[in-house]
């Protein structure tokens, strides 16, 4: 949750500086953790003579305050209206700021009601790429997917320190305010380093509070059975609370049809059954037999079940398929249109998935769309460029250098999506692979929104309306992008672009987002010390 009861920034100047935070409702216990942004993405403030006043919540509303990172203890237990925390002073002559969400103890408040009302959402996506290609990758490989030579390129000391990093990042975001944090899967390539993105979510549901985990894969078709999906989200959606957003993708050619050898001509029908055994699992009351034509199973009986019922909100990322767009209207899911060539491209594709919604006489309704975007905030047009040139040109000219062979293997893409496929995001990336794209080839094509906040507010601002989108997901880290950067970009996207962006799209009701969120969920509990032997 990231409204503040207050202000969304309280600032802080100077050794003597005050905050005025909302305190927990009268007798209610709270916590609040802090985490001052000052010129550094993370500082630990030094001094202990600065005092926080925590203030009563405004009148009729309750909650209680939660920054992020603490500046003494990670948790400052706080009791009734009076309460006061000491937190540490910036150090002299450094300002900075601290961020606050409200919680409820125990049930939902106003607040809560207002995080759940019909508002833009805004999700941080991590592909995880792996940051160490060579300078020379594209002209000694033909190809980062499917063969790229693991031995020879990846360090597993050095993807030991990489996954920690990557993790910290979700975290942060987490804390930054994001409604969503997003993982997704791929196999046998450099660019994007999870094969099992339930593994990353449930690392995170125990360090994370108030992000839903937006699980943008399981590939259906390439379990065996597929309800391993149902049981291990479901594991998931208990763990985190009631936090799970569960995505099913068909997958990409190079991770279905190579990476794991399924025929390319069956797969989507595959994935189609694997999907509706996963969701009448999850919607059943009793034990059924499952007769399908890829899985048969003699007795279906998932635990554990999902908190949030009948099942998590289902999202279904692609690329441009056609048959997807009339899978998610029919179904009622959400399409997120995961292109990483812009939003410019994505116009046509998003124009056939709205036209697809209309096929099927449902609502035109904004939250069952999605679409990605790379980002990158900084004072001016200038340094953005200083801050992000290198990572956007490592992502696009070494992380999406693919063999066009393993794009359109025979049967993966049907002949309804061929006509319309000027705009897919295969073709983009066959187009990429072609040559070198330098900084302004990926700004002047929408590949990267990079620039000022007003520019980002602007260009994502027009994003939302001209593609009827109700989710963003934003790549505020891309290629080999260091982490003081992607912190830093993240917390000026979270404070200087999301408040200006919230309202829109607010008569429609957002049916794709977890409605059964545990509002007092069990948090990681302090252990005992162990016993000497």
């Not at 905050?19 to 993405?41: D, I, K, M, Q, Y």
């Not at 925590?54 to 920054?67: M, Q």
């Not at 996963?278 to 998932?302: C, H, M």
């Not at 007003?454 to 260009?459: A, E, F, L, M, P």
Request: glycine share 8%.
């Amino acid at each position: 949750m990231s409204v503040c009861a207050l202000e969304p920034e309280t600032r802080l100047d100077g050794d003597d500086a005050e905050a005025t935070l909302a305190a927990p409702p009268s007798g209610r216990a709270g916590f609040v953790r802090v985490s001052v942004c000052a010129p550094e993405p993370e500082t630990r403030l030094d001094g202990d003579d600065a005092e926080a006043t925590l203030a009563a919540p405004p009148s009729g509303r309750a909650g209680f305050v939660r920054v992020s990172v603490c500046a003494l203890e990670p948790e400052t237990r706080l009791d009734g209206d009076d309460a006061e925390a000491t937190l540490a002073a910036p150090p002299s002559g450094r300002a900075g700021f601290v961020r606050v969400s409200v919680c409820a103890p125990g049930r939902r408040t106003e607040l809560e009601g207002e995080r759940d009302a019909p508002i833009v959402k805004f999700h941080w996506f991590h592909l995880m790429p792996y940051p160490y290609l060579p300078d020379d990758f594209r002209e000694r490989y033909h190809s980062v997917w499917v063969d790229v030579p693991v031995k020879e390129l990846y360090d597993p000391v050095a993807g030991h320190a990489v996954y920690n990093e990557y993790l910290d990042e979700l975290e942060f975001a987490d804390q930054a305010g994001f409604d969503g944090i997003c993982v997704n899967e791929h196999h046998s390539n450099a660019y994007g380093l999870m094969p099992s993105p339930n593994l990353m979510a449930a690392a995170l549901a125990r360090r994370t509070r108030n992000a839903k985990l937006v699980v943008m894969g399981n590939s259906v078709a390439l379990y065996n059975p597929p309800i391993r999906v149902a049981e291990e989200m479901a594991m998931l959606d208990v763990i985190s609370g009631g936090r799970l957003v569960s995505g099913f993708p068909v997958g990409t050619p190079m991770d279905t049809a190579f990476a794991y050898g399924q025929n390319p001509a069956t797969l989507r029908e595959k994935y189609y059954e694997g999907v509706e055994l996963i969701l009448k699992a999850w919607r059943s009351d009793e034990p059924f037999a499952f007769n399908g034509k890829y899985t048969q199973l003699r007795y279906v009986n998932p635990w554990p079940r999902p908190i949030q019922q009948p099942h998590p909100p289902v999202w279904i990322p692609g690329g441009g398929s056609v048959e997807t767009w009339d899978w998610c209207a029919k179904h009622e899911t959400l399409y997120a249109f995961l292109s990483f060539f812009g939003y410019e491209r994505a116009r046509e594709t998003m124009a056939g998935f709205w036209e697809a919604v209309d096929r099927h006489r449902v609502e035109p309704n904004p939250f069952r769309a999605g679409f990605v975007q790379f980002v990158g905030v900084a004072d001016s047009d200038a340094e953005a460029e200083d801050l992000y040139k290198e990572a956007g040109l490592y992502f696009f000219n070494r992380c999406l250098h693919i063999d066009p062979v393993y794009l359109t293997p025979p049967g993966y893409v049907s002949a309804a999506t061929i006509r319309r496929s000027i705009g897919t995001q295969l073709k983009a990336a066959a187009e990429a692979a072609a040559s070198d794209l330098s900084w302004k080839d990926i700004v002047e094509r929408g590949y990267i929104v990079a620039g000022s906040a007003d520019t980002v507010v602007d260009r994502l601002g027009e994003i939302a309306d001209a593609l009827r989108v109700g989710h963003l997901m934003v790549m505020l880290q891309f290629g080999n992008l260091p982490r003081e950067t992607v912190l830093y970009n993240t917390q000026r996207f979270a404070t200087e672009v999301i408040p200006r962006l919230r309202d829109r799209h607010g008569e429609w009701e957002d049916r794709w987002w977890p409605k059964d969120t545990l509002a007092d969920p069990v948090l990681p509990a302090p252990l005992p010390e162990p016993a000497r032997i």
